[in-house]
């Protein structure tokens, strides 16, 4: 790799990891402008760089006021390279319809969630929050979806995801998705209690259980 | 020792006097005991009782006295303040709470400053200061919590909350521009809360964890608002609960600065040990409400137990109540800590009673 392109790579990368959003923007026209692909320039820079973010959350330096910012960072570069990506290049690792749950509207966990696992290459089908549990399962099926993903910060929300396993078992197609839970209050034992498929504590285990949970 | 009545004992406890036994309470707010179960009971409706104070008192008391918790605590939401101050409120159902439907702002910067006494006259504030004084009028003897919103989360309710917490990082002046807002709003509050006849103030600000925000921010933001939220409380002549969500331990050495007269944990925290570190602060919590909600009374009766054991000044749920909690597990709780006294005044707990 030639050393400029290399050093612009580089920079595209810091500027997601350093949380500089403008930055972030004018580093990907750069590229585009140096001829440089866009796919390596999202993967070795956007992507890059968050995925650095995400081992500084996991090693508590950073919090999750950081890695918001990053990611604004990687969808400020986003927005400038998508438009060079060539139609019908994307790549899918599987569909994720994902929520927060009824009776709750914390999303920040379920939006890092959902950064993170775009910038993983999967797809993500946004419920949003406050989603009662027939939306996911409708949803779920028109989509295709191979994943259920559910997020609750709240402990009284909580029972609201063993709602949505059930819903599913009661249909009968509860074998046709792995359904993975997640948010402040949950704990791997709940996440077995009612019959969830997955636990991760954080966005950047999230990915790292799809991907498993995929291979299995 | 005299007889102590809810109140006395509640208040002993706050101050570091001595008492028969600890109390058992659930402070309203966020952690309020208006479940499904207890409602249905009392020919009152939610969400009216919300917004109505005759209600509110009403159903306050209705929960204390089916659930046997040794308080009254109102409101039983947490959207009061961020409605007062212009953010949409869906008051919910009876087995879903009151929610934020939207914040009132997208940006710190965005915030238009409104003059206090307006905000006082907002939304449901006066309805939740005339729940406090027919509570108290009524029953002095039981004490009266009511509950307010923390500075953080009040703030993330008012402006999107993601993107409040990018403010606390690259728009600093403005985030906290906005957090002196609300924290001199809720001093105001906590000032006619008192004057109605509250007992103690629970403040619950389930934002401001050290797991959301990490120990720096926390302690540039989540630690001077709230500690000026609890002097504001102690100048009105209250006593103040101050209640942290989620893992506490990035922040521990941070605790004893709150100030708070008791220190409200959530349950993945070991109560006994985090006593053992800080044995002048008065802690309290901290049973699992996934316990209170599926555990069933034996297993309920035991952790209860182990508090009393472990030194635990007051026992209370360690977060919001799921509105589904079978009311029969509510009372296993809060009988184990009434019938905790031996004839001869000691106090009864798991260990000397051979329960593990």
Request: proline share 5%.
């Amino acid at each position: 790799m030639p050393e400029e392109k290399k050093e612009l790579l580089q920079a595209l990368s810091d500027a997601v990891f350093n949380m500089e959003v403008e930055r972030a923007a004018d580093l990907a026209r750069e590229c585009v402008d140096a001829g440089i692909d866009p796919f390596e320039a999202i993967e070795k820079g956007l992507i890059d760089g968050i995925n650095r973010a995400g081992v500084l959350f996991e090693e508590e330096e950073y919090f999750v006021p950081e890695l918001l910012l990053c990611s604004d960072a990687m969808y400020a570069g986003l927005d400038v390279l998508r438009p060079h990506l060539p139609e019908t290049s994307e790549t899918q690792s599987g569909r994720v319809v994902l929520g927060v749950v009824e009776g709750d509207t914390h999303d920040i966990g379920k939006n890092l969630v959902k950064i993170m696992l775009e910038a993983n290459g999967f797809e993500v089908i946004d419920l949003g929050r406050d989603v009662p549990p027939q939306q996911f399962v409708e949803k779920a099926r028109e989509t295709g979806a191979a994943f259920i993903g559910l997020s609750t910060l709240m402990t009284t929300t909580m029972a609201r995801m063993e709602e949505v396993v059930n819903r599913l078992k009661e249909e009968q197609i509860r074998e046709q998705y792995k359904v993975v839970v997640g948010g402040g209050p949950i704990s791997q034992g709940f996440a077995s209690r009612i019959g969830a498929d997955g636990y991760a504590v954080n966005a950047v285990e999230a990915v790292k259980l799809f991907r498993r949970l995929q291979g299995a | 020792m005299e007889s102590l009545t809810e109140k006395t004992r509640l208040l002993a406890v706050l101050k570091k006097q001595p008492a028969d036994r600890p109390p058992v309470i659930c402070p309203g707010g966020m952690m309020n005991a208006a479940v499904v179960e207890v409602v249905r009971q009392t020919g009152i409706n939610l969400p009216e009782a919300h917004g109505d104070p005759e209600l509110m008192a009403g159903l306050a008391r209705a929960v204390r006295r089916l659930t046997g918790f040794e308080n009254f605590g109102v409101p039983f939401c947490m959207t009061v303040e961020a409605e007062a101050l212009g953010s949409a409120v869906d008051y919910g159902t009876l087995a879903c709470e009151p929610k934020i439907a939207r914040e009132a702002y997208n940006r710190a910067a965005a915030v238009n400053f409104r003059e206090i006494e307006e905000l006082l006259a907002a939304g449901r504030v006066r309805a939740v200061a005339g729940a406090v004084a027919s509570l108290a009028a009524g029953d002095p003897d039981v004490p009266v919590l009511a509950c307010l919103t923390g500075p953080i989360s009040l703030a993330a309710s008012l402006v999107d909350p993601g993107e409040f917490l990018k403010d606390l990082r690259r728009d600093r002046e403005n985030a906290h521009r906005v957090l002196d807002y609300v924290t001199s709003f809720l001093e105001r509050f906590a000032l006619l809360l008192a004057s109605s006849g509250a007992a103690a103030i629970t403040v619950a600000d389930p934002t401001a964890t050290g797991e959301i925000l990490g120990p720096s921010l926390f302690n540039e933001y989540a630690l001077p608002y709230l500690r000026r939220v609890v002097a504001g409380v102690h100048r009105a002549g209250l006593p103040v609960i101050v209640h942290i969500c989620g893992n506490v331990n990035k922040v521990k050495s941070l605790l004893p600065a709150l100030q708070a007269d008791a220190l409200s944990v959530d349950a993945m925290i070991n109560l006994t040990k985090l006593k053992g570190e800080f044995p002048e602060q008065v802690v309290m919590g901290n049973i699992s409400t996934y316990l209170l909600q599926n555990g069933g009374a034996a297993k309920i009766t035991g952790f209860t137990g182990k508090l009393l054991a472990g030194g635990i000044d007051i026992i209370a749920p360690a977060c919001g109540l799921s509105t589904s909690t079978p009311l029969a597990n509510i009372q296993a709780m809060t009988a184990t800590v009434k019938h905790s006294l031996a004839p001869g005044g000691e106090l009864i707990t798991a260990q000397n009673r051979g329960i593990s």
